[in-house]
């Protein structure tokens, strides 16, 4: 399995980071990582504040241009709609979210602001409420189809 990445290089079209949170690098986000050399992998800051604070300081330390991709897996997602609001007081821009057997984060009028693609078995709650959402919808088998955006 190997440690996450966490080295910054260089990176041309949108910067692909995987947030990763309580559940770890699930084997989904693994593939992910595989098929995207690239992807940097961000933990939270070590802390006893709220986790999506510690995951937005993680990020700002990194300094990514804009636009994102933000990839999470599974509960790792809930932590979006803030990790968002934050990259836009940034003024980075997202290009993209992509869920891999996420938690799903509940709707606001801020959030999404970006297209959103779920990776999950076809027969789960989350992929339900995904389709309800309008959302793109991958099976773990059909994740080597997704494309990083331009």
């Known amino acids: 399995m190997g440690a996450p990445r966490s080295t910054v290089g ?3 079209g949108p910067t692909l980071l995987v947030l990763s949170a309580a559940d770890g690098i699930t084997s989904v986000a693994r ?3 595989d098929e995207h050399p690239s992807a940097l992998v961000v933990q939270p800051v070590p ?15 990194l300094r990514p241009s804009s636009p994102l991709v933000l990839v999470t897996a599974g509960d790792a997602a809930l932590l979006l709609p803030s990790v968002a609001r934050s990259q836009h007081a940034f003024h980075r821009r997202i290009s993209e979210y992509v869920l ?3 938690d799903l984060p509940v709707v606001t009028d801020a959030w999404p602001d970006a297209r959103v693609t779920v990776v999950c078995e076809p ?5 339900l409420q995904a389709r309800l959402r309008g959302w793109d919808v991958l099976s773990p088998d059909e994740l080597a189809q ?3 955006p331009d």
Do not use: K, Y
């Open 10 to 12: 260089a990176v041309t």
């Open 31 to 33: 593939t992910f990582l």
């Open 100 to 102: 891999l057997d996420p």
């Open 47 to 61: 802390g006893s504040s709220d986790t999506g604070v510690r995951m937005c300081a993680a990020i700002n330390d």
């Open 123 to 127: 027969t789960t709650e989350a992929s």
């Open 146 to 148: 997704w494309q990083v």
